[in-house]
């Protein structure tokens, strides 16, 4: 007996087992019990008497994975539509920053509001998502980098998983800026991260990963490397913000750690593509910052390819260069500006962005055991999801 029984629908699996790229069932049935996929097949091999408390026609739309966002920044407060236009008018990201701007305005707004006025903001940019039948979310700390405010970032991130259900990664951010307290003391700020921020907001329970930007205007190598030793020590996986602005060889490095995830990764080369290969880290790609930040050089995907690195899409929402709430736009960017193939991007929201947070036994594919978390879709086909923008008629 099942809980819900969900007939007449085409299933876009997204698991490895089917025979096309996407593992299309088609005249397919869907029975959950207890949350999880107990059958799914084609309706005609449905047990023989398979009963149902609640069941429903899917009146022959496509069902997919519920989409997995596994890189974003939803927790800040301000709007840095001042900084956009200054950046039309020629001035780029890295001068804004350098200049006390971008994060750091982030920052200062992050850090004079408070917990409950953080946590309306970002439910209200969940909701939007959710609009877009997104299931699962990475979220980041790291616009307060003290540790009241990386607290009650995480605190928010702990109460939006507990409130809405949904499933969500706390990322702890901390290595994101410099905070202008420790000014010209970079050195300083990653030991106070590694031997107080860190420690205490895990003992609090409040972290689920590490991430870290590894950039000119962030951190070194040789910084980041630091706090992922103590994120090794404490058990926590990490992950990281790596040739987005130039070859800081961060990927490597994150490699190196087991990384679940190098994201962005414009100007990572061959050497870096071969190292997250054999750590099984997963390229996480963010269009919407590319085309923001007018980027001009494009992750390489080729080499991606050739060296069958996992390759992730999520959208980066984040007030300074990825201020969208779209996943379904990020599609149709992928394929748009990097070329991806629909089949490409549409794992990437799903299988691989699982992957990506250490999820892939739990959701990202409609195979039995995972989780039924499901969206539907009254489209012709699942590539209509990339095709239009930023996305088809509801
Ligand atoms: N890379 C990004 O794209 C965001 N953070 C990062 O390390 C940008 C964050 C911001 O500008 O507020
Ligand atoms: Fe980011």
Redesign the pocket.
């Known amino acids: 007996m099942f809980d819900r029984l969900l007939t007449n629908v085409r299933a876009a699996t997204m698991s490895a087992r089917g025979t096309d790229a996407l593992g299309i069932i088609e005249n397919a049935a869907i029975g959950v019990t207890g949350g999880k996929i107990a059958f799914i097949g084609p309706e005609n091999a449905l047990p023989a008497g398979a009963k149902a408390r609640e069941t429903a026609d899917g009146g022959g739309k496509w069902a997919t994975p519920a989409f997995i966002d596994c890189h974003t920044?939803l927790i800040?407060a301000g709007n840095?539509a001042e900084e956009f236009e200054k950046r039309l008018q020629g001035i780029s990201?890295e001068e804004i920053?350098r200049a006390g701007g971008?994060?750091l305005?982030?920052v200062r707004a992050t850090r004079g509001a408070t917990e409950q006025e953080l946590f309306d903001l970002a439910l209200r940019r969940m909701k939007t998502m959710l609009m877009e039948s997104v299931g699962t979310f990475e979220i980041?700390s790291?616009?307060g980098l003290d540790l009241a405010t990386e607290r009650k970032i995480l605190r928010v991130a702990t109460r939006l998983r507990d409130e809405t259900n949904l499933r969500i990664q706390r990322t702890f951010?901390g290595a994101?800026?410099l905070p202008p307290e420790y000014e010209g003391r970079a050195g300083d700020y990653i030991d106070f991260i590694c031997t107080e921020m860190l420690p205490a907001l895990h003992a609090e329970k409040l972290v689920d990963a590490v991430d870290g930007?590894c950039?000119n205007i962030?951190f070194s190598r040789a910084q980041i490397e630091k706090v992922f030793k103590k994120a090794q020590e404490l058990g926590l996986p990490v992950k990281l913000?790596a040739e987005?602005l130039s070859n800081s060889h961060g990927a490597a490095l994150a490699a190196q750690y087991g990384a679940l995830s190098a994201?962005?990764i414009e100007y990572l080369d061959e050497e870096g593509v071969q190292a997250m290969e054999k750590a099984g880290t997963v390229a996480v790609l963010?269009p919407g910052?590319f085309y923001f930040?007018h980027e001009k050089q494009a992750p390489p995907v080729e080499l991606l390819r050739k060296h069958n690195v996992k390759i992730a899409i999520a959208t980066?929402h984040?007030?300074?260069?990825?201020p969208t709430l779209s996943l379904l736009l990020m599609l149709n960017m992928a394929c748009t500006l990097f070329h991806l193939t629909p089949e490409e991007a549409l794992l990437g929201v799903t299988r691989h962005a699982a992957r990506a947070l250490g999820f892939e036994n739990v959701c990202g594919t409609l195979e039995e055991g995972k989780a039924a978390d499901l969206a539907l879709w009254d489209v012709s086909h699942p590539r209509d999801l990339c095709y239009c923008f930023p996305r088809p008629a509801v």
Do not use: C, M, V
Not at 318 to 322: E, H, R
């Open positions: 920044h800040y840095r990201y920053a971008g994060i305005s982030s980041k790291g616009y951010l994101h800026a930007f950039e962030g913000h987005q994201d962005h963010l910052a930040i980066d984040n007030p300074g260069t990825a």
